[in-house]
T-cell receptor, first 112, second 114 residues
């Protein structure tokens, strides 16, 4: 079945460092891919999405490109801030079902 | 436009009790999904409703049930609570099923079972 694999956390960075969180997926058909972020004590917020191969989603300095050839959707940010500290979830949505399949989440900790 | 709202935000129950959680989707959204989030299992899909009909169901026991009303508001019910039901329950709403659409999440209801 469909699945999402995310890199283990926590990821610990200093402010202004470059961020990469790896995400790969297995899916039949042509899924849409999402990154959600969860701040402490809150629900999930959509960070960015891509609906087809080679699409690039971007928001708040974060970017991810839908790579069909490598089945990946890695999240990147050029310069992280302390306020980016949160848990990041990669997710897949397919035509066959309305449920989102989530990765296990990656905790990001950014220190001043 | 108001976001997804969930009530209550926090609940404390004891084993054997039942609980009902409520979710109001974004205005105009007709689909509602429910997810359970726990430290051990992560985010797991419970069920999804569209126009008062359950369209999809995850792998949870029959103690977990839900429904949707004509105004798209949804409730989920858990009967005979167990300690393992302690979790954050998230509701998401989206517009349509014609494509893998963006789901917008509420803040969640944190259920603690003692």
């Amino acid at each position: 079945g469909d699945s999402v694999t995310q890199m283990e956390g926590p990821v610990t960075l200093s402010e202004e460092a470059f961020l990469t969180i790896n995400c790969t997926y297995t899916a039949t058909g042509y899924p849409s891919l999402f990154w959600y972020v969860q701040y402490p004590g809150e629900g999930l917020q959509l960070l960015l999405k891509a609906t087809k191969a080679d699409d690039k989603g971007s928001n708040k300095g974060f970017e991810a490109t839908y790579r069909k050839e490598t089945t990946s959707f890695h999240l990147e940010k050029g310069s992280v801030q302390v306020s980016d500290s949160a848990v990041y979830f990669c997710a897949l949505g397919s035509y066959n079902t309305d449920k989102l399949i989530f990765g296990t989440g990656t905790r990001l900790q950014v220190f001043p | 436009k108001a976001g997804v709202t969930q009530t209550p935000r926090y609940l404390i129950k004891t084993r054997g009790q039942q609980v009902t959680l409520s979710c109001s989707p974004i205005s105009g959204h007709r689909s509602v999904s429910w997810y359970q989030q726990t430290p051990g299992q992560g985010l797991q899909f419970l069920f999804e409703y569209f126009s008062e009909t359950q369209r999809n169901k995850g792998n949870f026991p029959g103690r977990f049930s839900g429904r949707q009303f004509s105004n798209s508001r949804s409730e989920m019910n858990v009967s005979t609570l167990e300690l393992g039901d302690s979790a954050l329950y998230l509701c998401a709403s989206f517009l349509d099923r014609t494509q893998p659409d963006t789901q917008y999440f509420g803040p969640g209801t944190r259920l603690t079972v003692l």
